[in-house]
């Protein structure tokens, strides 16, 4: 398959919306202005865990400027009805009260608030006339601290589904998960050698530069418009006409372009605020978060609690997993504890495995998708467990990864076989790459490896293209381009038509217009809604078949399509343009459509390495080299693969060393900010070195894997070998920031 | 609004007191307005004041520095930059390039973080602050000049008109090093200054550090300036004052670093900043 000459795919052109995006002219949800629009302001608990006594709004009502106010008692009570977001689901009265508190606040950021007024200092000042009384209750931010039996309760209805068995209390732990196969209590004990460790992790954010925000119209028809920054409209769309109690078909989401999401824009926070408010002046309203309501107020990803356990024999083979996770939910129930469970031994071939989750309620906000939500954490226990274990056996860490990497036809602890995958590949480029060849010298300084996974899901894509009368193409799908998706879903329509990318313009359609698509996220559209183009390339193919055959008075069977989209049958060969326009001049115009909703998953595995130097006196990490390596199947455009491969490590790098939820004694967050929230910046990770694996998905007609998540899972733990052949400190926390890898240095030579 | 002279500006301040606020570089005030962390009635543009917008040196009096000149006047400077190396340093890293071509160095000690970063530069300097009133002028040496967190010595009606740092003779050298767990885009956890005069025979004749970070101002670490006094400069001596200055340091624990860690740092880049310092005197 990799063998495959294309003539589009596999290129670089340049991307559709890249002049509009360089030169400012591409439309953002914050520049959206309509006639008559009011400016929104969320107020916010400034508790972390509080009972909402009372609330008087009748001095901000009372306020010039103002045009309406929302509490919780504006929105409709919704049942315990769950909604499909896509890649996961959420529980409707969760949904709705995350948007506005209704009893409770649980957690500081939590909106109680809303006030619509001719500009936002206005609103902001009128908001802060609102009388909130609260009771404050005492809170609880730490994993382990949130599942003891006498935790201050953020939900008093919910009690732990333990594999469908409801448990009898209330408790913060609304879902318990447990797999295994084969036996793995024996297993440990026919283990030659066993390591074990306990690893913690922090909150972190996704980071994405635009902050959440959204403009709603409520007009007199009972029509909802809505212009968001979204990463899927469709979901967007459902989840704001369930929470305000409306018909679908009466809500119009219009997603505009977007600053990045991965993953934490798929829930809404703002559209149904906006709604009501719209609703009751009569007017647009824009809302727009600051970067301190992004923090605290949307959704980051879980901190976790991990104790892992692998057992090996001498040879190396591992043969025996445990393991115990507990991850943060949020708020509400529904954090990343599924995928953890699957994934922490997700890259090797153990024969007998048990794994517990747990999904743990506290008072934080409401967890999100990140990124390969849920894997980052696990890799960051296993990679290193593996390391350790490599050292205990005396052998190479790529020797024993390769040894018992998984293969076609290796089963998972939750169950699926391995269709064809690529962490064998992977791990090949790595021992084969100028890398890892390359020895790494001088004091201080330390190299390490990690592997990674992520599914990567197919769901529901849709695509159409207008033929134009030059033979050029029109194509409208539903997918929110976050890295590219435009130009890589384009190639694969104009490698199935023989045309070039530039002959396709493609257009991110509302949902109004689109075919339904689901969200951008699970590392999905290039292959999925890349697949519905190549499709409707197809569907139009046998249009013009059929009507050539018409117009060349033979059958349409007789009619081939070539490897270059050329038609040829009566003799005659015609390329697609030629053909579009012929047909267009008899008086047939065309529209090609298709609907895909492949099941499967795309199985992206990844290696990565690293080089860093440590500052023994302050325990400042410089990432000296870096190498991400990844199997992408087929790569539609490299340059959108490499920069993926690029984003995610760097993500990953900033989660390792120093991004972090700093908490303060009383659970509200302190460094709400990217002054104090400290993601890298260009000065702080080396040029991310690509080696693009093609493996080639048997799912999918040119062979594509989903490549945006994979690559943040492996930084962490790559860096913690790193740090540890540096500096020979086993780091169990993250992030490993410069205090607390000098104090483990510091504990490390005082045990000495 | 924009007075043209210094006497315009502090009739202005003893009119609206507290609610006057001055506006030089903007790079700290504007923000806090906007965030609602300090509030003002009139805000006092004072770059259109020559004195506070002019700097000169010569060598007998030294740097004459106005309170609004901007940051990047100084570490562009060919002359100034090897002369104040510790000032360099700092004003190199206040901000990224953009914030450096507005904020001024009188506007970071006026703005009195305790972890700003000219503030232990100009201490190590011997810098003093000189200041109009409605009585008249008066000099204030930089480590007075802060009281707490945000606060300082100036008086109603009293604005910081320029600062006066010593000529710098054959021997001297300086340096401003901060910690941060990124490169860039950081405030100090912890940032120390020190400067060195060697005398003839290579030995240290005159020192003097200063702490940023470690207190709720920035400090004098005097003890450990006199232990260099008549020393050579080796590691064991850089080393030795570096566990001096700690002794002083009294810092918080919060989300830049615990207190401990920033004890420890203090040693670090006491004994860094000497390096430096000793490194510029003997190549001076």
């Known amino acids: ?752 | 609004m924009a007075p043209q002279s210094v006497s315009e500006v502090v009739a202005v301040l003893s009119e609206h007191g507290d609610r006057a606020k001055l506006l030089a570089g903007g790079t700290d005030i504007i923000v806090q307005l906007r965030e609602g962390l300090r509030e003002a009635d009139v805000v006092v543009d004072i770059k259109k004041i020559a004195e506070v917008t002019s700097f000169k040196y010569c060598d007998e009096n030294g740097l004459s520095l106005g309170a609004a000149v901007a940051c990047y006047n100084l570490y562009e400077h060919p002359q100034l930059s090897k002369l104040y190396g510790a000032l360099a340093d700092s004003t190199h890293i206040i901000g990224g390039w953009q914030i450096q071509s507005r904020a001024s160095v009188g506007g970071n000690l006026c703005n009195a973080s305790p972890a700003a970063d000219s503030i232990p530069a100009l201490i190590a300097l011997n810098a003093t602050a000189v200041i109009a009133g409605p009585s008249g002028e008066r000099s204030v040496a930089v480590e007075e000049f802060c009281t707490g967190p945000g606060r300082n010595v100036l008086e109603n009606g009293e604005l910081l008109v320029s600062l006066q740092i010593p000529a710098q003779g054959a021997n001297c050298g300086s340096a401003y090093e901060r910690f941060i767990p990124r490169n860039e885009m950081d405030i100090a956890v912890v940032g120390v200054g020190s400067w060195v005069k060697l005398a003839d025979d290579g030995t240290i004749a005159e020192a003097k550090i200063g702490l940023g970070a470690v207190a709720a101002t920035p400090l004098v670490a005097e003890a450990a300036s006199a232990s260099l006094i008549g020393k050579e400069p080796t590691e064991e001596t850089f080393a030795a004052a570096g566990e001096l200055a700690k002794q002083i340091a009294t810092p918080i624990s919060d989300m830049r670093g615990t207190d401990e860690y920033r004890t420890h740092l203090v040693g670090v880049l006491v004994k860094r900043t000497l390096t430096t310092a000793v490194e510029r005197a003997q190549s001076s």
């Open chain 1, 1 to 752: 398959m990799t063998s495959t000459q294309y003539r589009v795919i596999g290129s670089r052109p340049v991307r559709h919306d890249g002049a509009d995006k360089v030169t400012g002219k591409a439309i953002y949800t914050a520049d959206t202005k309509l006639p008559g629009m009011l400016a929104g302001f969320v107020l916010r608990s400034p508790h972390a865990h509080a009972k909402v006594v009372s609330i008087d709004t009748s001095e901000a009502e009372a306020t010039p400027g103002v045009h309406a106010v929302v509490t919780g008692k504006d929105f409709p009570n919704v049942e315990n009805k769950m909604a499909d977001l896509g890649e996961g689901s959420v529980n409707l009265a969760y949904l709705s009260s995350n948007c506005m508190a209704q009893q409770k606040v649980l957690y500081r950021g939590h909106a109680v608030a809303a006030v619509a007024a001719t500009d936002v200092h206005i609103a902001e000042a009128a908001a802060k006339k609102i009388k909130v009384e609260y009771e404050v209750l005492d809170s609880v931010t730490w994993v382990l601290d949130a599942m003891k039996e006498d935790a201050p309760l953020l939900h008093d209805d919910l009690v732990t589904d333990s594999m469908g068995d409801k448990a009898e209390n209330p408790s913060n732990v609304p879902v318990h998960l447990h797999f295994e196969k084969g036996d793995a209590a024996k297993a440990f004990e026919e283990a030659d050698v066993i390591v074990e460790r306990e690893f913690k992790t922090a909150t972190v954010h996704q980071g994405y530069i635009e902050p959440h925000a959204v403009v709603a119209d409520y007009n007199e028809d009972g029509r909802l418009r809505i212009w968001t920054a979204t990463q899927g409209s469709f979901t967007a769309r459902q989840q704001t006409a369930e929470v305000l109690q409306i018909p679908l078909g009466n809500v119009l989401v219009t997603p505009c372009e977007i600053g990045g999401g991965f993953g934490g824009k798929i829930t809404v926070y703002l559209e149904p605020t906006a709604a009501i408010l719209s609703k009751k002046s009569g007017r647009p309203v824009r809302i727009t978060m600051t970067r301190a309501d992004v923090f605290e107020a949307s959704g980051p990803t879980p901190g976790s609690f991990m104790r892992v356990k692998i057992g090996a024999k001498n040879d190396g083979t591992m043969i025996a997993g445990e393991a115990w996770l507990a991850y943060d939910a949020g708020a509400y129930p529904g954090g990343m504890i599924g995928p953890g469970c699957m994934c922490v031994f997700s890259c090797y071939d153990i024969e007998h495995a048990v794994v517990d989750g747990y999904d743990v309620c506290l008072n934080k906000p409401k967890t999100s998708a990140y990124r390969a939500p849920g894997a980052t954490q696990v890799a960051f226990a296993t990679e290193q467990l593996v390391d350790e274990l490599a050292a205990k056996l005396g052998m190479c860490e790529l020797e024993i990864r390769q040894k018992n990497a998984v293969k076609e036809g290796s089963r998972r602890v939750d169950g699926p076989v391995y269709p064809p995958i690529g962490l064998e590949e992977c791990l090949q480029a790595v021992q084969e790459s100028d890398h890892w060849n390359t020895p790494l010298e001088g004091p201080n300084r330390g190299r390490g490896i990690a592997a990674g996974f992520w599914f990567g899901c197919g769901l529901k894509s849709s695509a159409a293209c207008t033929v134009n009368s030059d033979g050029t193409i029109n194509l409208l799908e539903g997918s929110t381009d976050i890295g590219g998706s435009r130009t890589s879903i384009a190639m694969q329509l104009a490698e199935v038509l023989g045309l070039e990318a530039d002959d396709i313009n493609p257009m991110v359609g509302d949902t109004d217009t689109a075919g339904y698509t689901d969200v951008t996220g699970g590392s999905r559209v290039t292959f999925a809604t890349g697949m519905a183009a190549y499709e409707a390339g197809r569907d139009l193919q046998q249009q013009m078949k059929t009507l050539a055959a018409d117009l060349w008075d033979c059958s349409a069977d007789e009619i081939t399509v070539g490897e270059d989209g050329a038609f040829t049958g009566a003799g005659k060969t015609v390329g697609f343009k030629e053909l579009a326009t012929e047909l267009f001049q008899a008086g047939e115009h065309l529209v090609g459509r298709a609907t895909v909703s492949p099941e499967c998953p795309t199985n992206g595995f990844g290696a990565q390495i690293a080089d860093i130097e440590v500052d023994p006196e302050t325990g400042k990490v410089t990432v000296l080299r870096y190498t991400t390596i990844q199997d992408a199947g087929k790569a539609i455009h490299p340059s959108y693969v490499e920069g993926q491969l690029q984003g995610g490590t760097v993500q990953g790098i900033g989660w390792a060393l120093n991004e972090e939820y700093f908490y303060k004694d009383d659970d509200t967050m302190a460094n709400a900010s990217f002054l104090d929230y400290r993601m890298p910046t260009m000065l702080d990770v080396p040029m991310i070195d690509t080696i693009i694996v093609e493996t080639g998905n048997p799912d999918h007609p040119y062979g594509v894997r989903g490549v945006g998540e994979t690559p943040i899972v492996p930084p962490p733990a790559a860096l913690a070998n790193a740090i540890f052949n540096a500096t020979d400190t086993r780091m169990t926390e993250l992030p490993m920031s410069p205090p607390k890898l000098w104090k483990a240095m510091q504990s490390k030579q005082t045990s000495e």
